[in-house]
């Protein structure tokens, strides 16, 4: 099991986001759907597997996601925006996971304070996204 896994289990509802609207505007998303995703609160629920995946499942009102994820393998995913299929690779670095996409986008989570915190980058764009724990 990668070391630092057990701080991201649990049940995480969002609290905030920061730059959201400029980082899906970056990705192609139009003003419409940014601002429906925007209006979201997900919940994001981390529970370690056999082996020591996860399965994370991210819940919005309007769809349910749910992926497996082994550290330093790649999968295929269906990117949310486009429908397209990337290849996902995740990592532990330093207690922090981080994950990179065939489509540019790279993720790096860490808790801090308590705090989930997910920092979302494409390009020169990065948003951040803050969870707490339920």
Do not use: Y
Request: hydrophobic share 35%; proline share 2%; with cysteine.
């Amino acid at each position: 099991m990668a070391e630092g896994l057990q701080q991201f289990e649990g049940t995480w509802n969002h609290e905030i986001s920061d730059n959201f609207d400029a980082f899906l505007k970056s990705l192609g998303v139009g003003a419409i759907k940014r601002r429906v995703a925007a209006s979201f609160n997900p919940k994001i629920v981390i529970a370690i597997t056999e082996g020591g995946k996860l399965k994370v499942t991210n819940q919005t009102p309007v769809k349910t996601q749910e992926t497996q994820v082994a550290f330093g393998s790649t999968r295929n995913e269906e990117h949310p925006h486009s429908g397209k299929t990337m290849q996902v690779t995740d990592t532990m670095e330093d207690g922090k996971w981080k994950t990179e996409t065939s489509s540019g986008v790279k993720v790096t989570r860490s808790v801090i304070d308590g705090k989930l915190v997910l920092e979302s980058s494409f390009g020169d764009i990065t948003c951040r996204r803050t969870f707490t724990k339920a």
